[in-house]
C-alpha cells in the first residue's frame, strides 16, 4: 500500500545513455513533482504537474523530459546523461487547492548513478 | 522569491536531551512552513506543518516548531531525543499565492541530528 512509489530504485549507467524513472501515486493527488538531492542532501525542485499539465519547470537542461500519462503517474526521461547528474531523484505528490498548503508526500528516491 | 537557511549543519545530542533546530526564511509573500525527516536511504517523511492560525504547532514523535513572523523564523524543537530521531531534518517553504501556489516547495540545506547514547 505504498503510496508514491518510484522505479527503480537504484540506476548505475554508463555516460550518455538514455535513462527513465517512473513514478506512481496512489493517494488521489492532483499535483505530482520530481526534485533532485544532490551529493550534499541539497533539493531543488525540477518539475511539477497538475492534473498532467506542466506546471513549473525549474531551469533542467532540455535533457530531461518529464512526462505524466494520468494524474497518478510522472515518469522522468533523461537523455544523453552526465556526470553531474548523478543524483537521488526523488518524486512527490500533494493535493493542491488554491490558498491552501498541503505537505508533499515524497518517494523513497531514485539513486542515480554515472560512470 | 523565497530562501531558507538553516543555521547549523550539524547537531550532536545525548539521548533525553532537549534539542532545537533552527530554521530562518525569507520571503517576499506570506507562507506555508514545513519540517521534513530523512532517515538514510529513504524519502522525505512530514514532521509538522504550519499554516495559519496558532504559532505553535505540534507534530509527529514529539516534535513542535514556532513559528515568529517578526524573527522570520520556524524553530524546530523536541524537550527529550531518543536515538531513533537520528536523521536528517529539513525545513522548508511554499508561498501562498493569489492563486493556486502549486506548492512550490524551497528547502534549507539541511541539519543532520545525531542522538548519542
Known amino acids: 500500500d505504498t503510496a508514491v512509489s518510484q522505479t527503480p530504485k537504484y540506476l548505475v549507467t554508463q555516460m550518455g545513455n538514455d535513462k527513465s524513472i517512473k513514478c506512481e501515486q496512489n493517494?488521489?493527488?492532483?499535483?505530482m513533482y520530481w526534485y533532485k538531492q544532490d551529493s550534499k542532501k541539497f533539493l531543488k525542485i525540477m518539475f511539477s504537474?497538475?492534473?498532467?499539465?506542466?506546471?513549473i519547470n525549474e531551469t533542467v537542461p532540455n535533457r530531461f523530459s518529464p512526462k505524466s500519462p494520468d494524474k497518478a503517474h510522472l515518469n522522468l526521461h533523461i537523455n544523453s546523461l552526465e556526470l553531474g547528474d548523478s543524483a537521488v531523484y526523488f518524486c512527490?505528490?500533494?493535493?493542491?487547492?488554491?490558498?491552501?498548503?498541503?505537505?508533499?508526500?515524497f518517494g523513497d528516491g531514485t539513486r542515480l548513478s554515472i560512470l | 522569491a523565497q530562501s531558507v537557511t538553516q543555521l547549523d549543519s550539524q547537531v550532536p545530542v545525548f539521548e533525553e536531551a532537549p534539542v532545537e533546530l533552527r530554521c530562518n526564511y525569507s520571503?517576499?509573500?506570506?507562507?506555508?512552513l514545513f519540517w521534513y525527516v530523512q532517515y538514510p536511504n529513504q524519502g522525505l517523511q512530514l514532521l509538522l506543518k504550519?499554516?495559519?492560525?496558532?504559532?505553535l504547532v505540534k507534530g509527529i514523535n514529539g516534535f513542535e516548531a514556532e513559528f515568529n513572523k517578526s524573527q522570520t523564523s520556524f524553530h524546530l524543537r523536541k524537550p527529550s531525543v531518543h536515538i531513533s530521531d537520528t536523521a536528517e531534518y529539513f525545513c522548508?517553504?511554499?508561498?501562498?499565492?493569489?492563486?493556486?501556489?502549486?506548492?512550490?516547495?524551497?528547502f534549507g540545506q539541511g541539519t543532520i541530528l545525531t542522538v548519542h547514547p
Open positions: 504550519y499554516l495559519s492560525g496558532s504559532t
Open positions: 504537474y497538475n492534473n498532467k499539465e506542466l506546471i
Open positions: 512527490a505528490s500533494s493535493q493542491e487547492r488554491p490558498g491552501v498548503g498541503q505537505p508533499q508526500h
Open positions: 520571503s517576499s509573500v506570506s507562507v506555508y
Open positions: 493517494l488521489g493527488h492532483d499535483t
Open positions: 522548508a517553504v511554499s508561498g501562498k499565492a493569489g492563486g493556486t501556489s502549486y506548492g512550490k516547495l524551497t
